[in-house]
């Protein structure tokens, strides 16, 4: 039987992206300066080094084994579900999606992973604005990297990585020709920011708007079985 390690250093001293070691280094370096100068901004300095690691953090996930699943890309929450047109970039803007939004904010995992199993069949960066990654425009308006995918079942799908009011890089190890399974890390923002999903229309959704996601466990939807819309509840 295998087991999920679940002591305390899953919590303390979580793997971290290979992104994150040069910027905890240079967190560490000016801490220690500022230490030097006067102590308590090497205080301040200590917790914001200790933030950095943890937003770099790249915990294991649990993918559902469910055959035409997907998932959340992205740790986060739903920001907005939205019908619309795909992504002119990747010649989809003449087929209807629904669009699900999610938001990270600067506290969440930010390593990314694949909402699907299939292959990759066009990547395209395009650079632009940084505005709040919250509003609807910031999907037309910011720096994004996009990308489609035809999944194992035949259909397509795309998601996409915006850059948010912070977020200043978006790294992606996805190309066209790569496949993946649904789970697996393809990238991730720094620091803040949005994914974006592109549902074929007719899949309905399986997450409601507020609802708190975790990338590569929580089911956006299913690709072929027929569900019905997902309505959700404050309590």
């Known amino acids: 039987m295998k087991t999920i390690d679940i002591s ?3 919590y303390l001293l979580p793997n971290i992206h ?9 967190f560490a370096a000016v801490s220690a300066f500022l230490a030097i100068i006067w102590s308590p901004l090497g205080w301040i ?7 950095c690691f943890y937003f770099f953090r790249d915990p294991e996930r649990i993918t559902p084994q469910i055959e035409n699943v997907v998932v959340s890309p992205a740790d986060g929450i739903v920001q ?3 019908e619309t047109e795909g992504p002119e970039e990747l010649g989809l803007d003449k087929q209807k999606f629904t669009r699900v939004s999610v938001f990270m904010s600067v506290f969440n995992v930010h390593v990314n992973r694949a909402p699907a199993e299939g292959k990759i069949t066009k990547a395209v960066y395009v650079p ?5 990654a919250t509003l609807d425009k910031a999907s037309k308006d910011n720096e994004r990297q996009l990308l489609s995918m035809k999944t194992s079942c035949g259909k397509d799908i795309a998601f996409v990585q915006i850059a948010g009011l912070v ?9 066209a020709g790569q496949e993946y399974k649904a789970g697996e890390r393809f990238g991730m923002i720094r620091f803040g920011s949005r994914l974006d999903v592109y549902l074929p229309l007719g899949v309905n959704p399986q997450v409601v708007p ?6 590569g466990e929580t089911v956006i939807a299913n690709l ?6 997902m309505k959700g509840e404050i309590r």
């Open 167 to 175: 977020a200043r890089r978006i790294v992606c190890d996805a190309a």
């Open 224 to 229: 072929t079985a027929e569900l019905s819309e």
């Open 45 to 51: 300095g200590l917790m914001l080094t200790v933030w």
């Open 80 to 82: 907005m579900i939205t």
């Open 128 to 132: 632009g604005k940084f505005v709040n």
């Open 210 to 215: 507020g609802q708190t996601m975790i990338a």
């Open 8 to 10: 305390w250093r899953r």
């Open 18 to 26: 290979n992104e994150g070691w040069k910027f905890v280094g240079i």
